[in-house]
Each structure stands twice: as structure tokens, then as C-alpha cells.
């Protein structure tokens, strides 16, 4: 059974700076492809970034060039800075484990965090 924890939100003001960790467990992390999403009030989730077992990532075009993910497998994390917040970068941010092939993330639907929440203030 994988577990994920997520930490590191909290509120900021626009173009300010959060980092998001994900600590893995229950599974050789390694192995694991990571992905965060988020999730604002009436809007459905949507995939944020995603990072292979291999390192390889992915950032949606509304984060590229402000949010980087980043895996340290020695500490069964991954973690998200998030740079230049905006206000519309305000959401619950969750991580999920999956696996990647050919350039797709495969999430699975069982292995979620409990999210966090961020909040940019204008």
C-alpha cells in the first residue's frame, strides 16, 4: 500500500515563493512515477507536473518557467517549488503515484495524498 503525505503550503503573497514536498512510502519509491495536482473551489483537478522513476518531467504550460519538480530518492520525496506565484495558482495540491510510459503518466486512482492547501493573495 503506498502512502503519500504532502506538506508545505500555507498563504503568500503574488510573486512569492512555496516549495511542496510529497514523502513516499510503502513502495520502492524509486520505481514510482509522482505527479501533483491541483484543485481550486469549482473548478475540477487539474495534473500541475509530473516526474519519472527515471527523472524525466512534465509542467503544464500555465506553471512552465515558474513551477520545477524535483525527486530526491534518497528520502522517498518530491517536491515542487513554485516560484512567481499568481493568484490563480490558489488550490489544494495533491501528489499522486503512478507509473510513466512513453511520455504518458499512468496515475493510479488509489494512491493519493491528503492535499495541501495554497493560497496566493493578490
Known amino acids: 500500500q503506498v502512502q503519500l503525505v504532502e506538506s508545505g503550503g500555507g498563504l503568500v503573497q503574488a510573486g512569492g515563493s512555496l516549495r511542496l514536498s510529497c514523502v513516499v512510502s510503502g513502495s520502492t519509491f524509486s520505481r514510482l512515477a509522482i505527479a501533483w495536482y491541483r484543485q481550486a473551489p469549482g473548478k475540477q483537478r487539474d495534473l500541475v507536473a509530473f516526474?519519472?522513476?527515471?527523472?524525466?518531467?512534465y509542467g503544464a504550460d500555465s506553471v512552465k518557467g515558474r513551477f520545477t519538480i524535483s525527486r530526491d530518492n534518497a528520502k522517498n520525496t518530491v517536491y515542487l517549488q513554485m516560484n512567481s506565484l499568481k493568484p490563480e495558482d490558489t488550490a489544494v495540491y495533491s501528489c499522486?503515484?503512478?507509473?510513466?510510459?512513453?511520455?504518458?503518466?499512468?496515475?493510479?486512482?488509489?494512491?493519493w495524498g491528503q492535499g495541501t492547501q495554497v493560497t496566493v493573495s493578490s
Open positions: 499522486n503515484a503512478g507509473n510513466y510510459l512513453r511520455g504518458i503518466y499512468y496515475g493510479s486512482p488509489d494512491y
Open positions: 516526474i519519472s522513476s527515471g527523472g524525466s518531467t
